[in-house]
């Protein structure tokens, strides 16, 4: 990935020392923005970007902005400053002056910037990509400034002007003086205070019940005007300088009567760790007023907690962990934490929809209840409603213990006078699944579903499985299977591909006997985004069965 920047050209490389295990922000080495990522994922400068657009004089503008081979990692303010030096005039951007750059989301850069015409200062959103952003990207910056617009309530921060120039699409709207809950959240858990003690308490419990319900009405607000936020979270709430949250970055949000063309691309928009199960598996038909539900749920058990309800170390394993397993109990990470209001938080995080509280209003007065000291309407799950649960989502985990409990009982009558099996040594790699997905960000499908096969198969009690290590550095290379299974010292090699269209998936899988070049088995699974984790279990099923059956026609495999 190179930097696009048209002012960047000269400037010197420099690398600035950040916090050990936090990456480093890319800036741009001229006036020390922080770089902006396309689709393509190339890095570009958003405000130099605009300059080019607005100043004539320095860049021509029938050209596309130049790439530049240097950049600066951010580390100090003092790095930035010196950067900034020779780039002090506010960029003129029609009727606004654009101040500073203050915050930025997934559909575009915010500015302070001052309005000439009413002398006032104001915050200004920029969409990110300027002239070469796409049309859904267009429709969904657009999307957010209309929903915004048409709420007039004191949480939310009011929309003033939509416009558009020079192919740059922005709106301006009221500027909160304050900062964003997770900047918040972020200088708790690293202790940042002025204090000398050098540490900062987290948000007290009763502070995070009130704020929650402060916002619960907001977005009871946005319901009964039929709009639905669909990406709370605590980046999307600011807070003000007496600590009064308003909610912005309506660019997911949807009119509930509607159904758009953009709703119906099916696109899954929004932030895994706080997205609701229904919104993470592309079910758009089933958002409602309980997707807003979840997202105050787990901004709650963040306050609560200091961590948010799933977080694992991709998008895919985020979202397989939403999708599959059941958050901690509050109590369990903080013990200063009751168990009305966890029960409150778990009821707002149920998977099912219909199992949370009907609307936003119901989750507020429930709310009110815990901090009146008066009994709630939230029920806490019991042993049979947890065991229910895990059948629901593990059905065919529960078939095959089922399964085995019986072949258990059965065997056991006669297992005595059977000889032990004969193990034999057996071994396979995995290659790196190929995406085939119009999208090259599905990528992590593919990865993540190898990763879960070869989980799979190393509990398998003697089979030797190549780790992931190992077979990486095979992926988009020319395969010629049976050197890599000499490389790699294994008897059996599996190669695979995904390919993601909305919310169907295709998996094609192929098992092959690299010592005669024979194949043992191929398959081809056709399933919903949301059955996807099954097929990891049935492909790993495949395999052994396979392998059992190499082995009885002489070939090296797995006896159960």
């Given at each position: 990935m190179e930097p696009a920047c048209p002012h960047a050209m000269h400037a010197e490389v420099k690398t600035i020392a950040r916090p050990e295990g936090r990456p480093p922000p890319m800036v741009c080495a001229h006036c020390g923005s922080r770089f902006t990522f396309s689709n393509d994922r190339r890095r570009f400068c958003i405000h130099c970007l605009l300059r080019s657009v607005l100043d004539q004089d320095d860049v021509d503008p029938g050209k596309r902005p130049q790439q530049s081979d240097h950049e600066v990692i951010a580390g100090d303010s003092s790095a930035v400053a010196s950067a900034k030096a020779d780039n002090r005039t506010p960029i003129e951007f029609g009727d606004y002056e654009l101040l500073e750059e203050i915050g930025r989301g997934s559909q575009g850069v915010v500015y302070r910037a001052r309005q000439k015409s009413l002398n006032r200062i104001v915050a200004l959103k920029v969409i990110a990509l300027g002239h070469w952003a796409t049309e859904p990207h267009v429709k969904r910056f657009r999307r957010e400034a209309e929903a915004a617009a048409r709420l007039n309530h004191p949480g939310i921060v009011p929309i003033y002007e939509v416009g558009e120039r020079d192919g740059a699409c922005y709106f301006s709207m009221g500027l909160v003086e304050g900062g964003q809950l997770d900047a918040m959240l972020e200088s708790g858990r690293r202790g940042d205070t002025d204090s000398s003690r050098g540490e900062r308490e987290p948000i007290p419990i009763r502070s995070a019940v009130e704020l929650i319900v402060k916002l619960a009405r907001t977005v009871q607000y946005a319901h009964e005007h039929n709009i639905l936020h669909r990406d709370i979270k605590p980046g999307n709430i600011l807070l003000d300088a007496k600590g009064e949250p308003h909610l912005t970055d309506f660019g997911l949000a949807r009119l509930v009567e509607t159904e758009s063309t953009v709703t119906r691309t099916r696109e899954v928009l929004g932030t895994p760790s706080y997205m609701a199960p229904e919104q993470a598996a592309g079910e758009t038909t089933k958002l409602g007023k309980a997707t807003d539900v979840?997202?105050?749920?787990?901004?709650?058990?963040?306050?609560?907690?200091?961590?948010?309800?799933?977080?694992?170390?991709?998008?895919y394993e985020t979202i397989r962990l939403l999708l599959n397993t059941e958050p901690r109990k509050p109590r369990a990470l903080n013990r200063k934490i009751d168990r009305e209001l966890s029960t409150i938080c778990l009821k707002c995080l149920e998977k099912d929809?219909?199992?949370?509280?009907?609307?936003?209003?119901?989750?507020?007065?429930?709310?009110?209840?815990?901090?009146?000291?008066?009994?709630?309407?939230?029920k806490p799950s019991g042993f049979f409603t947890h065991g229910r649960k895990w059948v629901r989502r593990n059905p065919s985990t529960t078939v095959l213990v089922t399964l085995l409990v019986a072949l258990a009982i059965g065997l056991s009558v006669t297992v005595w006078n059977r000889k032990p099996a004969v193990l034999i040594s057996k071994s396979i790699a995995i290659l790196p699944f190929e995406n085939l997905s119009p999208h090259p960000d599905s990528a992590y499908l593919a990865d993540g579903i190898q990763e879960e096969i070869l989980t799979r198969l190393a509990n398998i009690a003697d089979l030797r499985v190549i780790s992931h290590t190992s077979t990486r550095h095979y992926q988009s290379k020319p395969r010629?299977?049976?050197?890599?299974?000499?490389?790699?010292?294994?008897?059996?090699?599996?190669?695979?591909?995904?390919?993601?269209i909305a919310d169907q998936v295709r998996v094609n899988v192929r098992l092959v006997n690299a010592q005669t070049d024979s194949h043992l088995w191929a398959d081809t699974y056709d399933r919903k985004l949301t059955d996807i984790f099954g097929v990891e279990s049935e492909i790993s099923k495949r395999i052994v069965h396979s392998l059992q059956v190499a082995k009885r026609s002489g070939g090296a495999g797995l006896r159960s």
């Amino acid at each position: 990935m190179e930097p696009a920047c048209p002012h960047a050209m000269h400037a010197e490389v420099k690398t600035i020392a950040r916090p050990e295990g936090r990456p480093p922000p890319m800036v741009c080495a001229h006036c020390g923005s922080r770089f902006t990522f396309s689709n393509d994922r190339r890095r570009f400068c958003i405000h130099c970007l605009l300059r080019s657009v607005l100043d004539q004089d320095d860049v021509d503008p029938g050209k596309r902005p130049q790439q530049s081979d240097h950049e600066v990692i951010a580390g100090d303010s003092s790095a930035v400053a010196s950067a900034k030096a020779d780039n002090r005039t506010p960029i003129e951007f029609g009727d606004y002056e654009l101040l500073e750059e203050i915050g930025r989301g997934s559909q575009g850069v915010v500015y302070r910037a001052r309005q000439k015409s009413l002398n006032r200062i104001v915050a200004l959103k920029v969409i990110a990509l300027g002239h070469w952003a796409t049309e859904p990207h267009v429709k969904r910056f657009r999307r957010e400034a209309e929903a915004a617009a048409r709420l007039n309530h004191p949480g939310i921060v009011p929309i003033y002007e939509v416009g558009e120039r020079d192919g740059a699409c922005y709106f301006s709207m009221g500027l909160v003086e304050g900062g964003q809950l997770d900047a918040m959240l972020e200088s708790g858990r690293r202790g940042d205070t002025d204090s000398s003690r050098g540490e900062r308490e987290p948000i007290p419990i009763r502070s995070a019940v009130e704020l929650i319900v402060k916002l619960a009405r907001t977005v009871q607000y946005a319901h009964e005007h039929n709009i639905l936020h669909r990406d709370i979270k605590p980046g999307n709430i600011l807070l003000d300088a007496k600590g009064e949250p308003h909610l912005t970055d309506f660019g997911l949000a949807r009119l509930v009567e509607t159904e758009s063309t953009v709703t119906r691309t099916r696109e899954v928009l929004g932030t895994p760790s706080y997205m609701a199960p229904e919104q993470a598996a592309g079910e758009t038909t089933k958002l409602g007023k309980a997707t807003d539900v979840y997202g105050l749920g787990a901004v709650l058990y963040q306050l609560l907690t200091g961590h948010p309800p799933f977080a694992g170390g991709t998008t895919y394993e985020t979202i397989r962990l939403l999708l599959n397993t059941e958050p901690r109990k509050p109590r369990a990470l903080n013990r200063k934490i009751d168990r009305e209001l966890s029960t409150i938080c778990l009821k707002c995080l149920e998977k099912d929809p219909k199992r949370r509280y009907s609307s936003a209003l119901a989750l507020t007065e429930d709310l009110e209840h815990w901090l009146k000291h008066e009994p709630i309407q939230a029920k806490p799950s019991g042993f049979f409603t947890h065991g229910r649960k895990w059948v629901r989502r593990n059905p065919s985990t529960t078939v095959l213990v089922t399964l085995l409990v019986a072949l258990a009982i059965g065997l056991s009558v006669t297992v005595w006078n059977r000889k032990p099996a004969v193990l034999i040594s057996k071994s396979i790699a995995i290659l790196p699944f190929e995406n085939l997905s119009p999208h090259p960000d599905s990528a992590y499908l593919a990865d993540g579903i190898q990763e879960e096969i070869l989980t799979r198969l190393a509990n398998i009690a003697d089979l030797r499985v190549i780790s992931h290590t190992s077979t990486r550095h095979y992926q988009s290379k020319p395969r010629n299977l049976s050197e890599i299974a000499k490389q790699l010292g294994v008897a059996n090699v599996l190669e695979g591909s995904v390919q993601k269209i909305a919310d169907q998936v295709r998996v094609n899988v192929r098992l092959v006997n690299a010592q005669t070049d024979s194949h043992l088995w191929a398959d081809t699974y056709d399933r919903k985004l949301t059955d996807i984790f099954g097929v990891e279990s049935e492909i790993s099923k495949r395999i052994v069965h396979s392998l059992q059956v190499a082995k009885r026609s002489g070939g090296a495999g797995l006896r159960s």
